[in-house]
């Protein structure tokens, strides 16, 4: 892990991952709905149907934007939208209450003891995108 604090390296602050999917409902509607998330932002695209909006919790902020606003803003994106994955690693307290609350999302990688000490459930959110609960302790 770099410690370095010298003048020419940059302070950096919160983390807020932008998860780019096909529809944005399904996937804010998996935060609001199994965790307990507010939602923050929401902008409507021409046709009503949102294409960015932002959900928050406990100092916790996830963005959701559709790959189609995406291109359209910037068309050449288009090759970076294909064939990349991020997953989505959040620390909890009580995983037996995650696991109650993914319901009926799939289930990536079930609830399993790591060798660095947690607890862990891999999911995939309706956007694709695959979320990583961790209860250490």
Same mark, same amino acid.
Do not use: C
């Given at each position: 892990?770099?410690?370095?604090?010298? $003048? /020419?390296? $940059?302070?950096? =602050?919160?983390?807020?991952?932008?998860?780019?999917?096909?529809?944005?409902?399904?996937?804010?509607?998996?935060?609001?709905?199994?965790?307990?998330?507010? /939602?923050?932002? @929401?902008?409507?695209?021409?046709?009503?149907?949102?294409?960015?909006?932002?959900? @928050?919790?406990? =100092?916790?902020?996830?963005?959701?934007?559709?790959?189609?606003?995406?291109?359209?803003?910037?068309?050449?994106?288009? =090759?970076?939208?294909?064939?990349?994955?991020?997953?989505?690693?959040? @620390?909890?307290?009580?995983?037996?209450?995650?696991?109650?609350?993914?319901?009926?999302? $799939?289930?990536?990688? $079930?609830?399993?003891?790591?060798? #660095?000490?947690?607890?862990?459930? #891999?999911?995939?959110?309706?956007? =694709?995108?695959?979320?990583?609960?961790?209860?250490?302790?």
């Amino acid at each position: 892990m770099n410690t370095n604090t010298s $003048p /020419a390296s $940059p302070r950096l =602050g919160r983390l807020t991952p932008v998860l780019v999917v096909e529809r944005v409902e399904p996937s804010i509607r998996f935060w609001i709905d199994r965790f307990g998330f507010t /939602a923050a932002n @929401e902008v409507p695209g021409p046709d009503g149907s949102l294409v960015f909006a932002s959900v @928050e919790k406990d =100092g916790i902020e996830v963005m959701v934007q559709t790959r189609a606003s995406v291109i359209a803003e910037r068309a050449d994106a288009a =090759g970076e939208l294909d064939g990349h994955s991020i997953v989505l690693f959040i @620390e909890v307290d009580d995983l037996d209450a995650i696991e109650r609350a993914i319901g009926d999302a $799939p289930v990536v990688k $079930p609830r399993h003891r790591t060798f #660095y000490g947690s607890h862990e459930i #891999y999911v995939r959110e309706p956007g =694709g995108n695959v979320v990583g609960f961790a209860q250490f302790g």
